[in-house]
């Protein structure tokens, strides 16, 4: 009878336990799933329209849920856009890790893809939203920045290391070098002030910047007469 009881006081405790854990789970899960959703809606108003006419009302309105809700998961704009941009930095890496990590790639098809990503990505951001996110959140505008660099400096140093390895990138330039002299000019070009000046959209800066960097500025006959010129020494 005593050992009846202990085992039926075991199954109990086993039921209650895998009922608690089953429970947070699902939670967790559902918790995950409405910050997705939030996030997704927000990432497309914000890259449409910009920091200051993303509002937590209309955000709310258009999941179709609560402002209560809403506010559980995140406590303000704020918390959004930098849950954003962090999102947008995981998402760079890992696809950039994932394409140098190929094996089955060349150098330049490697390139080519990178490439190509970046400018999926940035093609949706118009070219207002870091303007006025500068204006109006300038703490989430320096955090782009920090961002930036991280990325640049990460995913362009893979780059040239690979470049050089593979003998498809000039080894007589440290890849530190190359990787941070891609992220002075990015970073210059990126600053809200120059795009408007020079009428260019985030997609374009990255571009020009990428075209320039690996196909250069010189045309083959520029080449052959800067080689004659500088290349005497």
């Known amino acids: 009878m005593e050992k009846l009881a202990l085992e039926t006081m075991n199954t109990l405790i086993v039921s209650i336990v895998f009922y608690m854990v089953s429970a947070h789970l699902t939670r967790s899960l559902s918790k995950d799933v ?29 999941l179709g849920m609560s402002k209560k809700t809403l506010y559980r998961h995140f406590p303000g704009k704020d918390a959004i856009v930098v849950a954003l941009i962090h999102e947008m930095q995981k998402s760079i890496r890992a696809d950039a890790d994932a394409i140098m990590r190929n094996h089955t790639l060349t150098f330049a098809e490697k ?10 990505r940035l093609g949706h951001v118009q070219p207002g939203v870091l303007k006025d996110l500068q204006r109006f959140a300038p703490h989430c505008h320096r955090l782009i920045e920090e961002v930036r660099r991280d990325n640049i400096l990460h995913v362009f140093g893979k780059i040239f290391e690979q470049g050089q390895l593979c003998g498809a990138v000039r080894s007589d330039l440290s890849s530190v070098f190359l990787s941070q002299l891609v992220y002075e000019v990015v970073n ?12 260019l959209r985030p997609v374009d800066v990255f571009q020009n910047t990428f075209k320039t960097i690996f196909g250069g500025m010189l045309t083959a006959k520029g080449r052959k007469d800067y080689e004659k010129l500088f290349d005497q020494s």
Not at 111 to 120: D, P, Q, T, V
Not at 188 to 199: D, G, H, I, R, V
């Open 34 to 62: 409405g910050r997705s959703r939030i996030l997704e809606k927000a990432r497309q108003h914000f890259f449409a329209f910009g920091y200051s006419k993303m509002t937590m009302d209309e955000l709310a309105a258009e």
């Open 188 to 199: 210059s070009m990126m600053q809200p002030a120059t795009m408007e000046y020079l009428k």
């Open 111 to 120: 390139l080519r893809g990178f490439a190509e990503s970046m400018i999926e």
